[in-house]
C-alpha cells in the first residue's frame, strides 16, 4: 500500500510538472501537496501544521517543522 502512494505521489509530480508549462491549475498543486503529506505521513510521526512543500517552477521544497526528540 505504500508503495502504491509513492507511485501516485510520483505521477502527480510528473504530471505537475508538465503542466506547469501551460499554467497548472491550482488544485493539482493541492492533490500533489497533499499526496506527499500522506506519504511522508506513513513513516513521519507528523502534524499538517509543521509540514509544509513549496513548489516553484525549478524546486520542490519541503519542509518539516516538527521538534526533535
Same mark, same amino acid.
Given at each position: ?11 502527480? #509530480?510528473? $504530471? #505537475? %510538472? !508538465? =503542466? ?11 492533490? %500533489?501537496?497533499?499526496? #506527499?503529506?500522506? =506519504? ?14 513549496? !513548489? =516553484?517552477? =525549478?524546486?520542490? $521544497? ?8
Amino acid at each position: 500500500m505504500s508503495v502504491r502512494s509513492v507511485f501516485i505521489a510520483k505521477e502527480r #509530480l510528473k $504530471h #505537475l %510538472l !508538465i =503542466t506547469d508549462r501551460i499554467q497548472c491549475a491550482p488544485d493539482a498543486v493541492d492533490r %500533489l501537496s497533499g499526496d #506527499l503529506y500522506n =506519504t511522508v505521513s506513513k513513516y513521519i510521526d507528523i502534524r499538517p501544521e509543521e509540514f509544509s512543500i513549496e !513548489i =516553484t517552477r =525549478t524546486d520542490i $521544497h519541503i519542509k518539516y517543522t516538527g521538534e526533535k526528540n
